[in-house]
């Protein structure tokens, strides 16, 4: 019999490559812990409530220095114009201002019977209720008139139209109560005031004038919406 060939030398299995060295990972950062914030909806409505409470003794101030621009004036008496100025302090409640104006009237030709007269006022100090500032944007407020008479005594028929504007810019703060957040805003007042009269005058004596008179007055204060 041949003699058997001997079996083969199994090859050596070959080094396997090591695992490649895996990349740093940037540094994890954990995430920040929440902020709890616990808001009591009761105090916040009642924050709200007294803000605007305060808001209408602010408006009734203003609602006081319109009645007293549109009054403001100056008589004509054998002259055929006449000019003037004055200081004025306004308060209600816990709000107050002061005022320094200036006004003006002519008599207007060639009947002499209708006069027309502008005035002026110019914010001085003004203190608001707490929670209300002014901004210092202080327009002045302008009031116009216009006023027929028949005779220069005012003795028989007189009728008269007057108007009124006034501006203020504020700062509304919110009270700050218990567990509410605070809030702030800009917002603008805004004035308005028409006035209609008409009146007879009866002369009782040589010093002595009656003048029953009837009056429409029409009256807006206002605030424009802001954002906290």
Same mark, same amino acid.
């Given at each position: +019999?041949?003699?058997?060939?001997?079996?083969?030398?199994?090859? =050596?299995?070959?080094?396997?490559? =090591?695992?490649?060295? $895996?990349?740093?990972?940037?540094? %994890?950062?954990?995430?920040? @812990? $929440?902020?709890?914030?616990?808001?009591?909806?009761?105090?916040?409505?009642?924050?709200?409530?007294?803000?605007?409470?305060?808001? !209408?003794?602010?408006?009734?101030?203003?609602? *006081?220095?319109?009645?007293?621009?549109?009054?403001? /004036?100056?008589?004509?008496?054998?002259?055929?114009?006449?000019?003037?100025g004055y200081t004025q302090y306004d308060r209600t409640e816990?709000?107050?201002?002061?005022?320094?104006?200036?006004?003006?009237?002519?008599?207007?030709?060639?009947?002499? !019977?209708?006069?027309?007269?502008?005035?002026?006022?110019?914010?001085? $100090?003004?203190?608001l209720v707490d929670g209300y500032d002014s901004r210092g944007?202080?327009?002045?407020?302008?009031?116009?008139?216009? %006023?027929?008479? +028949?005779? $220069?005594?005012?003795?028989?028929?007189?009728?008269?139209? @007057?108007?009124?504007?006034? /501006?203020?810019?504020?700062?509304?703060?919110?009270? %700050?109560?218990? %567990?509410?957040?605070?809030?702030?805003?800009?917002?603008?007042?805004?004035?308005?005031?028409?006035?209609?009269?008409?009146?007879?005058?009866?002369?009782?004596?040589?010093?002595?004038?009656?003048? =029953?008179? @009837?009056?429409?007055?029409?009256?807006?204060? *206002?605030?424009?919406?802001?954002?906290?």
């Amino acid at each position: +019999d041949p003699t058997p060939e001997p079996n083969p030398t199994p090859e =050596p299995n070959p080094t396997p490559e =090591p695992n490649p060295i $895996p990349e740093p990972s940037p540094t %994890h950062k954990p995430n920040p @812990a $929440p902020v709890i914030k616990i808001v009591d909806i009761n105090n916040s409505r009642l924050a709200i409530l007294n803000t605007a409470k305060k808001a !209408k003794q602010v408006f009734s101030l203003y609602e *006081s220095a319109l009645s007293s621009l549109t009054d403001t /004036r100056c008589q004509i008496s054998s002259d055929t114009y006449c000019v003037g100025g004055y200081t004025q302090y306004d308060r209600t409640e816990a709000n107050s201002f002061t005022t320094t104006g200036l006004y003006g009237a002519l008599r207007l030709l060639p009947s002499q !019977k209708l006069t027309a007269g502008i005035s002026f006022s110019f914010f001085g $100090p003004i203190n608001l209720v707490d929670g209300y500032d002014s901004r210092g944007d202080r327009k002045p407020g302008i009031g116009i008139f216009t %006023h027929w008479q +028949d005779t $220069p005594d005012g003795v028989g028929l007189n009728m008269g139209i @007057a108007g009124a504007f006034m /501006r203020q810019a504020i700062t509304i703060r919110r009270d %700050h109560l218990s %567990h509410t957040e605070a809030g702030k805003g800009d917002t603008v007042i805004k004035g308005l005031q028409g006035k209609a009269t008409v009146s007879w005058g009866i002369k009782s004596s040589k010093s002595t004038l009656i003048s =029953p008179t @009837a009056g429409l007055i029409w009256q807006s204060v *206002s605030r424009n919406a802001y954002s906290e």
